[in-house]
């Protein structure tokens, strides 16, 4: 018997919104990265997040650890795209009106 060694494509896809998705699930590669580099093992990651199988975890290891800094680049494009939605939503929805409004209310609750 001969063993056949075939190259796999990394078990990544990237969904409409542009977010680079693991396997056929909606782990992304985020936070694949995030967990690698607090130390967890892949074992302890598949047990974290059940959908997905150990080896499309290494395989997605060994992407990153191959393609390190064009990962970094699409992760810190990926903070940069964070933080401009969350000042957008901040801008709209000013989370110290919502909240005085809210204790307004609570207040005028009460009272009645």
């Known amino acids: 018997m001969t063993l056949t060694i075939v190259a796999e494509l990394a ?10 998705l693991v396997g056929r699930t909606r782990v992304t590669l985020d936070t ?17 997040y059940p959908s997905l199988n150990l080896a499309d975890v ?10 390190q800094s064009e990962v970094e680049a699409y992760l ?12 957008m939503n901040q801008a709209r929805f000013d989370p110290q009106g919502l909240r ?3 204790l307004a209310r609570r207040a005028e609750h009460e009272a009645c």
Not at 32 to 48: H, K
Not at 76 to 87: F, G, P, V
């Open 76 to 87: 810190q494009q990926r903070r940069q795209q964070s933080q401009e939605i969350r000042a």
């Open 32 to 48: 694949v990265v995030a967990v690698l580099n607090q130390g967890v093992t892949a074992e302890e990651f598949v047990y974290r």
């Open 58 to 67: 290494y395989a997605t290891i060994a992407f990153y650890l191959k393609h």
């Open 11 to 20: 078990p990544l896809q990237v969904n409409e919104d542009g977010v680079i």
């Open 100 to 102: 005085d409004r809210l």
